[in-house]
């Protein structure tokens, strides 16, 4: 058992959450102290309690959130800052945020920045964009950095603090919870062997070396387990079972680090945060020459998971995990380490060489030996030595191809004595270039060597064609790039060194020079400007002022209350999905036999079992609730398992036996001969033909979707708690598959940990298996999505194939446009019409394009249903818009800039679905834009950088956005509220949006706060409920605000006016007093609001009627820098400038503005969804799906909410902004082309090109072409079955 379900489901601690299992996201981050028996002092580790079995935990103190501190009693510093800088939006991530800074002020009470940003490594967060999250905890720094560097404070109107950091609780380590003194005197006293026997597995923790050996001999297939970071993997993904585990985590010879002649001997236990520690302090006290396989392996640890993996993963199980992508062991191979091992009979020393690993995963041990400890050795003079890591993601990744690379030359010389490179990801195993190696003994280090190096590498260094993990033109183009990389590297150490023997060596040219450079990205500054509240407006009127996320101090404690948190009913059951493997097929049989064998199983559920309908659907009854016949995707749900715990019924799930007879599944986009050129009628001088190819994005909320059903036990009742943003579709759905009237159903949504369109619809899918089994064994049943689960059945966003042409001026003008989307929709229509049509609304983004002709696409596939994803359609139409723009720029040699202003509609002008522009306000945020990045400035820099460096370039670009505001299903903008006031004055509110994290609930108060004249603090919601405000709309489009604002102040209007007459009887009288009053003389003091948008309503047909209710505007301009050997890049600067009308909340606004574009950042340059080409889905956790990480911040980040421009369409003159930001992203992506360009003319290529989205490292290396790319060429298509589609 896991620390985390000890905690959550024993102890009841619900403030950790779980949010993968796989220690990828840090949700369940918690302090493990103890007193380490070698190191002989207490020591205080973050680690991820999701991976920690509680058996490793013996003699340890264990705090959570939930002991640091509680918004009742006394809040910790920690939780405090985090949610009073709006470092807290859904809340799901922050409790492990909060332990991750709690543990580093433990051990460090004054950090330093860097110290923080390390802190953060293995934390995700999917709301907040991570920017509020450190500014707020940059206050516990050692050194004051708040990096405001734009000053327009001049302007009294204008403000750029949402919170006031001198009024923090300081920080008193005094006042921490010590170290129980009963677990300090336990671990002074030696250890003794402990064993601890559960359901399946018998744990053996021995306290000494030859108990550890007796038993490896007696169980030779067991398993030794430190970190459990790779067993923990293999045990809950993998389904392997290791009956056996011994646990050597305090056997001293395996702790030990010794310090020898001819280097350092770690023992295999020792974590490796550890040996960062010995290895920096040897650096740091040794001759600089001695330590050169130090400060490689050092580097490499920088990069090696989070922190909370490196405190408690081991030397020992990298190695012996015998992973080909190790970090690690390509180093220990280059540098020639050496290993000892130890059975009960022998002990022997190996070098670690290509024979110690003989095959995928294998090593040369024998099952009853150990690892007992690795000799990292010392360098000497005239040895150079050089790690590299590429990986998607810069922070907590795993990598794509990985080296060491040792050179050693003859004394006084450039010859080459001995060479030794080690490759990981080129293989199966770890890999040294035997041939490669041999050649260059001997060699002048020169051009001759590199090219020589470059040739031999290319031939040996080959992958097939389909190998896993892809990528293959990329991997081995790296392999060269890596080594270009150390050439340089060595030839200026030579260069330098030589000097010295008086030997001349050419340095590396200064152009040059920048590729020999490690990575490196600044500490990250912002600012954030917004409009001050009028003068003389109440200080007791909230509206406009950045007050906090209303839960924010409940989240940062764990006290706020999520499904799953929920407490467990009495005679609760878990529920697991049955789901299909295939991807097109008819099931023939299932069989449960063995599954009933497993310990706790209570039912089954499949179609049969639904009391009502099994036909389903959101919008169209086009799917079952479970598949009957047929499956349609993998990940299908064909049925469910309930038990008595959850990890019950997902063992017994994993052995329903399907027999399936397979059909042919269709998994791409088919881009059918419908392409048509019908603007070719046209006369045209000229026009470009082009093609992008945007990729789809999982939704990675926090909190994986979630229902617990419970049957009343009476006329068909039941009552749903559910993750979901569509209380009432998911009300009605339930109510078709259980068969009873829709008002025997409750659906109540407390809050959710993050929902970005994922739980618009897709959620019913699950809340429907569960009431369905809830009602067929009549008990509470609970569902709680695992995150592979979720990512597999759920959907996401659409990917879309964009196909256009455009015809232009050689000014620069485009005079007309005629473009295609086809979107992958998946198995099921979903909500895809209405994301094809907005792609439609958005097709010419914010330009006026004379002459358009738009066409879309529902692509029917063999996937999961693709769904609501924030932006629904419109990012991926404006992206295409803003393929075309760069060709015309590309063409046409102006810069990308002019030609986008150009082009840009101006006031008054009619969109292509005639809808006048009025109120537009895009140019006035393109002029701030421009003027508050410095854009002409920035572009000189940026040509001047290029001119000078050869391997690194620079790009900049600027973005407009246009989004309209309405769900384009005119029915659906609608919303209601319903308002009680109590006897004591107080304020129960409820409206139809549910809270996700983006403060919705926060704005509702305030907007009736303002309309009742009473503050915020009278004022509650407690939950979205059907039984309150019935006949909602899914909280989506970003009209949430608009629409239950408008409901929830209407509703206050009545109540105000049936107030009135006790107003103006007793003036001088309070809010209670006029309450009192109107009670006693028997006035209604509830009363619902209702509110639809007027005026809506567009005609495809006729072209006519108003699509929307207005639009949302914003400009952004990026600047970012490309390394062209790797790919890898890094956003140097974004200004954004958006228009959210009258902001209700600027701290809220610029909370989602910064987070919609981090998660846009995410769509275009990182996150990829990689299928097989038998449809099934390879990335399914945060292990392999990348989403943007604390380190993917712009070093420079500004966000300005534009002044003056209300918007009198909506509700106190706010506009919306949920969506609408996501899109200011593409101008990284546009700065990325911008660099790549650059990089492209060094090789004489010029003109336009394609890239596709994301903009990952592997397409800008691929796309940077140079003599390196050309040894690489990709494989035929067509003569290969590759290991990831295109979907
Ligand atoms: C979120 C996450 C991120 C990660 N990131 C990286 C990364 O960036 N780079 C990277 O290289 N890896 C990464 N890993 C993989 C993993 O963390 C490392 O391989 C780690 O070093 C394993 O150590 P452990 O103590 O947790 O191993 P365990 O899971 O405890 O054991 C792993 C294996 O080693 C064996 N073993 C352990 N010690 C011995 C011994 N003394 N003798 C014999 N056999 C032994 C075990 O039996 C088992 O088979 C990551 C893992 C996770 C979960
Ligand atoms: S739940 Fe443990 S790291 Fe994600
Ligand atoms: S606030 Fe971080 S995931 Fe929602």
């Known amino acids: 058992m896991t620390l985390l379900t000890y905690l959550r489901r024993k102890l009841g601690l619900t403030g950790t959450k779980l949010g993968c299992a796989e220690g990828g996201c840090g949700a369940c981050t918690v302090m493990i102290s103890k007193f380490h028996p070698h190191l002989k002092c207490i020591v205080h580790h973050a680690v991820n309690a999701c991976l920690a079995p509680v058996c490793s935990l013996h003699h340890c103190a264990v705090i959570t959130v939930d002991g640091i501190g509680t918004v009742a009693s006394r809040l910790h510093p920690v939780q405090e800052r985090i949610a009073k800088a709006h470092g807290s939006q859904c809340g799901f991530c922050t409790p492990g945020m909060v332990m991750s800074m709690y543990t580093l002020l433990r051990n460090n009470p004054e950090p330093s920045m860097v110290d923080i940003e390390e802190a953060f490594q293995g934390n995700l967060c999917r709301c907040t964009g991570y920017r509020p999250i450190l500014e707020g905890y940059k206050t516990f720094a050692k050194v004051l950095d708040f990096g405001l560097w734009y000053c327009a404070l001049e302007d009294p109107t204008v403000l750029n603090q949402m919170y006031d950091p001198s009024k923090f609780i300081p920080l008193d380590p005094t006042q921490e919870v010590i170290f129980p003194p009963e677990l300090l005197n336990l671990g002074k006293q030696p250890p003794r062997q402990m064993k601890f026997k559960g359901e399946r597995v018998l744990w053996i923790q021995p306290s000494t070396l030859t108990e550890l050996l007796d038993l490896k001999s007696h169980y030779p297939e067991s398993k030794l387990v430190v970190g459990n970071t790779e067993v923990g993997i293999e045990m809950k993904f993998k389904n392997l079972l290791y009956p056996v585990i011994l646990a050597p985590a305090y056997i001293s010879e395996l702790n030990s680090v010794q310090h020898t002649k001819q280097g350092i001997v770690f023992g295999a236990a020792c974590t490796l945060t550890l040996l960062g520690e010995v290895l920096r302090d040897a650096v740091a006290k040794l001759p600089t020459y001695q330590t050169e396989v130090f400060k490689a392996i050092l580097e490499q640890l920088r990069w090696f998971a989070g922190k909370q993996i490196r405190n408690v993963a081991a030397i020992g199980g990298n190695i012996m995990t015998a992973s080909p992508i190790s970090d690690l062991n390509p180093v220990f191979m280059a540098a020639a380490c050496k290993l000892t091992t130890m059975s009960k009979d022998e002990r022997r020393v190996l070098k670690m060489d290509d024979n110690f690993f003989p095959g995928y995963r294998k090593t040369a041990l024998k099952p009853e030996e150990i690892l007992l400890s690795i000799e990292i050795p010392y360098t000497k003079k005239g040895q150079y030595f050089s790690a590299f890591k590429q990986s998607p993601r810069q922070e907590d990744d795993i990598a794509i191809v990985t080296c060491g690379m040792n050179v050693v030359f003859k004394e006084g010389s450039n010859i080459v004595e001995k060479i030794l490179l080690s490759f990981g990801g080129m293989a199966p195993t770890t890999v040294i270039p035997k041939t490669t190696c041999k050649k260059l003994i001997g060699s002048a280090w020169n051009e001759k060597l590199l090219e020589d190096a470059c040739a031999s590498l290319a031939e040996e260094m080959v992958l097939p064609p389909s190998a896993p993990g892809g990528m293959v033109p990329y991997r081995r183009t790296l392999t060269l790039s890596l080594f270009f990389k150390f050439y340089l590297t060595v030839k200026h150490y030579l260069a330098v060194d030589l000097q010295h023997e008086n030997v001349t060596v050419e340095d590396v040219k200064p152009d040059y020079s920048s590729a020999t450079e490690l990575f490196h990205k600044d500490s990250p500054s912002s600012v954030q400007l917004f409009q001050a509240v009028p003068p003389g407006q109440s200080s007791e009127d909230f509206v406009g002022r950045p007050i906090m996320h209303l839960s924010a101090l409940k989240q940062a404690t764990g006290e706020a209350v999520y499904c799953d948190d929920i407490p467990c009913y009495e005679n609760e059951l878990h529920l697991a999905l049955i789901t299909s493997t295939k991807a097109h097929a008819h099931i023939l049989s299932i069989d449960t036999g063995e599954a009933m064998t497993v310990p706790g199983v209570v039912a089954f559920v499949f179609a049969k079992d639904i009391p009502g309908s099994n036909i389903t659907g959101p919008a169209f009854y086009d799917e079952s609730v479970l598949a009957e016949k047929m499956v349609t995707c993998v990940g299908h749900i064909v049925g469910a398992v309930v038990a008595d715990t959850q990890a019950h019924a997902q063992r017994a799930a994993k052995v329903v036996k399907i027999t399936y007879d397979e059909l042919k599944p269709i998994i791409s986009i088919q881009v059918s001969t419908c392409f048509t050129m019908t603007i070719t009628s046209l006369s045209l001088s000229f026009y470009i033909i082009g093609e992008i190819h945007i990729g789809g994005q999982e939704h990675f909320y926090l909190e994986t979707n979630c229902t617990v059903a419970v049957p009343k036990g009476e006329d068909g009742e039941m009552e749903l708690f559910v993750s979901t943003q569509t209380a009432s579709k998911t009300q009605a759905l339930v109510a078709k598959a259980l068969g009873v009237p829709a008002n025997r159903i409750v659906c109540r949504v407390k809050r959710m940990g993050g929902g970005f369109g994922g739980k618009e619809s897709r959620s019913i899918i699950l809340s429907t298996v569960v009431a369905v089994a809830a009602s067929k064994v009549k008990r509470p049943v609970r569902c709680m999505l695992d995150r592979d689960e979720d990512m597999l059945v759920t959907g996401g966003r659409h990917p879309f194939l964009g196909r256009y042409k455009v015809g232009y001026m050689t000014s620069g003008k485009i005079i007309a446009l005629d473009v295609t989307f086809y979107a992958n929709a998946g198995n099921s229509k979903d909500l895809s019409f209405s994301i094809v049509e907005r792609a439609l609304f958005h097709m010419e983004n914010s330009y006026n394009i004379p002459h358009v002709c738009g066409t879309g696409y529902m692509c029917k596939t063999n996937l999961p249903s693709n769904t609501a994803f924030r932006g629904f359609g419109g990012p991926q139409g404006m992206m295409v818009a803003e393929s075309w723009m760069s060709d015309v720029a590309l063409a046409c040699g102006i810069p990308s800039y002019e030609v986008r202003r150009m082009n840009l509609y101006n006031e008054g002008d009619l969109t292509p679905f005639n809808q006048r522009l009025e109120q537009f306000t895009i140019g006035k945020c393109w002029e701030e834009c421009l003027d508050i990045s410095n854009y002409m400035k920035r572009q000189g820099a940026v040509e001047e950088f290029n001119r000078q460096h050869r391997w690194t370039k620079r790009g900049l670009s600027i ?251 909506a509700i106190f003159s706010s506009k919306a902004v949920g969506e609408p930001p996501l899109f200011m992203a593409a101008s990284v992506f546009y700065a990325i082309k911008d660099a790549i360009t650059a990089a492209r003319s060094e090789s004489g290529l010029s003109g336009p090109f394609r890239l596709d989205s994301p903009a990952t490292s592997e397409r800008i290396r691929n796309a940077c072409e140079d003599r390196f790319t050309k040894l690489c060429p990709p494989a035929e298509p067509g003569t290969y079955t590759p290991w990831a589609v295109r979907v």
């Open 959 to 1209: 973005i407009p956005t246009k989004f309209g505001i309405s769900f384009t299903s005119v029915f659906l903008n609608q919303a209601g509220a319903l308002v009680h006031i109590y006897t004591d004055g107080s304020v129960l509110l409820t409206h139809g949006g549910t809270e996700m994290g983006q403060g919705l609930h926060t704005k509702m108060v305030q907007v009736a706060s303002r309309a009742l004249g009473i503050p915020c603090s009278k004022i509650f919601i407690s939950e979205t409920s059907t039984n309150t405000v019935a006949n909602t709309s899914p909280t989506a489009a970003s009209a949430s605000s608009d629409l239950n604002g408008m409901a929830v102040y209407n509703a206050c209007q009545t109540l105000l006016q049936r107030l009135e007459p006790y107003k103006v009887k007793n003036p001088k009288g309070s809010w209670e007093d006029w309450v009192n009053a109107a009670y006693f003389d028997r006035v209604n003091l509830s009363a619902n609001g209702f509110y639809k948008t007027p005026d809506l309503g567009y005609n495809f047909d006729s072209n006519s009627g108003r699509a929307f209710n207005y639009f949302s505007y914003g400009v952004s301009c990026s600047e970012v820098e490309i390394d062209c050997l790797t790919g890898r890049q890094k956003t140097l600067h974004t200004t954004i400038v958006m228009d959210v009308g009258k902001s209700l909340n600027p701290a809220i606004d610029i909370g989602q503005v910064e987070g919609a574009f981090m998660q846009g950042l995410g769509l275009f340059t990182l996150e990829e969804l990689h299928y097989s080409p038998q449809g099934s889905l390879l990335t399914r956790g945060p292990g392999m799906y990348k989403i943007p990480a604390f380190g993917d911040i712009p070093v420079e980040l500004q966000v300005s909410l534009l002044r003056d421009s209300p918007n009198d369409k």
